[in-house]
């Protein structure tokens, strides 16, 4: 018996390790091979291979993995943005997702969105390989979608051209100074009375949660801890003037969504 339990406990911590192992490669650990000069270094320097890689996203994109991710708070997250688009009339105007993420998270978007009228859903990710890969995930809405490949950081789109925009777990992994950048684009974008959804990590209220939280994000996602102060997105809002902002937290508040809203009366 006690010879299970110890063959038991290996493969539990064999497995673990290894699956920490295989995403720090694929995240963090190809990070540091690019800082160090080992691979060429361009716009998209900071985005790990796990969204860039076809077969690595093929690979990871299954809802339970997404789902764990996110301490199963992936569901909650996505319906507290999509049932804020449900009650906005959306009627012919045009919806912004700005970067793409795993799980049913676009689907979900997308489907709230044109039930609320949406005339289109625009979705736009500096990887090429993301767009394609979250296309096959919307046949359905296929004339209503438009695919742009395009920087959070400097987007093409034109001024007050959508009337909500989606950015689901980007700012955490954006180097700090590009954090204010892709707000300000965000906001940007966004036409007078409308809306941008944001959901994000933050500073666990219990210290065992924010213990375990910094422990991942120094391994996996050094980036991410400056939403905790320093880069905390309601704040980097709330600077850019002409918003009425709301932040709930969840899950002890190790996550949060901002709702952003912009004034009628413009950008300040
Ligand atoms: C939203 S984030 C991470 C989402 C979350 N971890 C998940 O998938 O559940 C990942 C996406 O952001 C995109 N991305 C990263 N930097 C970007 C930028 N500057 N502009 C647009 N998209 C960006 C990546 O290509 C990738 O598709």
Known sequence: MSAWLSYLAFSVIFVLTGTALFFF???RGALLLRGAGVAGSDHAAHVYPIY???RLIRMIDFQPIISAILLF???RLVSSITQGLRHTNLDGKDVLITSCAF???IPRVVTAAVESGARK????DIIKNELDHAQGKLGDFAGQM?????NATS???ADASVDANVIFFLLHELPHHLKAKALSEACRVLAPGGKL?????HRPDLWVLRALSWTYFKVFEPLGLALWDSHDPLKQLQALGGFSCERRTVFFGNFQIIVATKNAAGHR
């Open 121 to 124: 859903v625009l979705v736009a």
């Open 155 to 157: 987007m093409k789109l």
């Open 146 to 150: 438009e695919f742009l490949e395009d």
């Open 52 to 54: 860039s890689n076809m």
């Open 103 to 105: 799980g049913n998270v």
């Open 25 to 27: 490669t694929v995240t």
């Open 197 to 201: 959804y944001l959901a994000e990590f």
């Open 73 to 75: 708070q992936y569901d």
